[in-house]
């Protein structure tokens, strides 16, 4: 959906919240040039551990040695550690609910901020319905910072953006098993993983009932409604 609504290949991108890096790599292989960016170093870290990130010695980022189209950095989507007008299209993906909800429209003005002329913001977020939803609102319900975030967008013109495309798709998530679940839970927020343990029980009840086999033994999918929104500098 990225590619098609805003072609990222040979353009500069900033992922904000970048996790574990399969955005970052995906359209580095695709050649747009990115910076994947995370709020502290236990997040980036599985990121780092990729085959295709050597850490340097003499910064504190990460590239990959391939045409040093990736690279990696420590910050906050509130204060974003990139120049103004240093980037052709800043990503949320899935991650704009994650910033407190105090601090959207703060996120959101940063993201402008270094945006060139004619970038935009691409914001990906999961809607609070279907059987993902209902699956990892056992360990945290995001109901309302979801709410937060889709207010936020509703707004944008406070951060001096417009939104010019929204789109709503369905992905279908597959996970292994329910130690895949935790693992891709808890690197989005180390904070889960008590609240996980605590539920393992009922977590494991629910992954059997909820979505439907996939290909692999032991293996559940899942469908999560999605809307993309396509954001640009807003008119004088």
């Known amino acids: 959906m990225l590619?098609?609504?805003?072609?990222?290949a040979a353009k500069d991108v900033l992922d904000i919240g970048c996790g574990g890096g399969a955005l970052v790599r995906a359209l580095a292989a695709r050649g747009a040039r990115v910076v994947g960016l995370e709020i502290s170093a236990e997040q980036l870290?599985?990121?780092?551990?990729?085959?295709?990130?050597?850490?340097?010695?003499?910064?504190?980022?990460?590239?990959?040695?391939?045409?040093?189209?990736?690279?990696?950095?420590?910050?906050?989507?509130?204060?974003?550690?990139?120049g103004n007008a240093s980037i052709d299209i800043a990503v949320f993906m899935r991650s704009l609910h994650h910033v407190p909800p105090p601090e959207l429209q703060s996120a959101l003005r940063e993201a402008r901020r270094v945006l060139r002329p004619g970038g935009v913001v691409y914001v990906a977020e999961p809607l609070a319905e279907g059987d993902y939803y209902a699956l990892t609102a056992l360990v945290e319900d995001e109901l309302e910072v979801r709410r937060a975030a889709d207010d936020a967008l509703t707004r944008a013109s406070q951060a001096g953006l417009e939104r010019a495309t929204?789109?709503?798709?369905?992905?279908?998530?597959?996970?292994?098993?329910?130690?895949?679940l935790r693992k891709r839970?808890?690197?989005?927020?180390?904070?889960?993983?008590?609240?996980?343990?605590?539920?393992?029980q009922e977590l494991a009840e629910a992954f059997a009932r909820l979505g439907e086999p996939g290909a692999d033994p032991g293996e559940r999918c899942f469908v999560q409604p999605m809307r993309a929104d396509v954001l640009r500098a807003a008119s004088a």
Not at 185 to 200: G, L
């Open 185 to 200: 839970m808890v690197s989005a927020n180390p904070a889960r993983a008590a609240s996980f343990d605590a539920r393992q």
């Open 45 to 82: 870290a599985p990121a780092l551990a990729h085959p295709s990130a050597a850490l340097e010695a003499t910064a504190p980022e990460a590239t990959t040695p391939e045409a040093t189209r990736a690279r990696y950095l420590l910050g906050t989507a509130q204060a974003l550690p990139l």
């Open 166 to 180: 929204t789109i709503q798709y369905e992905v279908r998530v597959c996970i292994a098993g329910l130690d895949a």
């Open 3 to 8: 590619e098609r609504l805003v072609a990222p």
